[in-house]
């Protein structure tokens, strides 16, 4: 089965600390793509990054940088020097064609992280 | 701006009654995801239409269905609706294959009362 975990159900700091989001994926196939979306608190799903199986290069956009590890099946989203405006909860999915899915996402349960002033 | 477009944003109704929810793809998508977002359940994929046809099906009730039409447009029928059933409704698209992207509408919260 495929599954999704976001350990961390909230997460509160102060504006300009660094702050790590968890994500662990469990899934059978061998090519498969992982997300983060963003859910501010006016309730859109943002997308912010997409990542596939073979690609396990970090990445750096701004502040966010995500970390993802096959050997420990993760991909971790941190927020550098967070800002007031990073408030939201964060959302790790997969998707992969296994057992005949479609595409669709599998969630994890979202980190909700509050960033203050 | 995702570039998909959901109406109605919000929709209050009673027990037993019936609604539809519409959804409009990004430009060129051919793929439309309908989700449900509870407290209890989390972000739940209900249903996939693609091209018009049906794809796959997922935590989906049998009161429940939904259709894409030639313009690639789709809606999301709930019938018998129940308190439980109060939820945001996402509605997402993507052009082709499971590497793509999906990109979502800003949701229909609905309440019933």
């Known amino acids: 089965a495929q599954k999704v975990t976001q350990a961390q159900t909230e997460i509160s700091v102060v504006e300009k600390e660094d702050v790590t989001l968890d994500c662990v994926y469990e899934?059978?196939?061998?090519?498969?793509?992982l997300f983060w979306y963003k859910q501010p608190p006016s309730g859109e799903l943002v997308f912010l990054i997409r990542r596939n199986s073979f690609d396990e290069q970090n990445e750096i956009s701004g502040r966010y940088s995500w970390n993802f590890q096959k050997s420990t099946s993760s991909f971790n989203f941190t927020i550098t020097a967070s800002q007031v405006v990073d408030s939201a909860v964060y959302f790790c999915?997969?998707?992969?064609?296994?057992?005949?899915?479609?595409?669709?996402?599998?969630f994890g349960k979202g980190t909700k992280l509050s960033v203050k002033p | 701006d995702s570039g998909v477009t959901q109406t109605p944003k919000h929709l209050i109704t009673a027990t037993g009654q019936r609604v539809t929810l519409r959804c409009s793809p990004r430009s060129g998508d051919l793929s439309v995801y309908w989700y449900q977002q509870s407290l209890d359940q989390g972000l739940q994929f209900l249903i996939q239409y693609y091209n018009g046809e049906e794809r796959a099906k997922g935590n989906i009730l049998e009161r429940f269905s939904a259709q894409q039409f030639p313009d690639l447009h789709s809606e999301l029928n709930l019938s018998s609706l129940e308190l439980g059933d109060s939820a945001l409704y996402f509605c997402a698209s993507r052009t082709g294959t499971t590497a793509d992207t999906q990109y979502f509408g800003p949701g229909t919260r609905l309440t019933v009362l």
């Open positions: 899934t059978r196939d061998t090519t498969y793509y």
């Open positions: 999915a997969l998707t992969s064609n296994y057992g005949g899915s479609q595409g669709n996402l599998i």
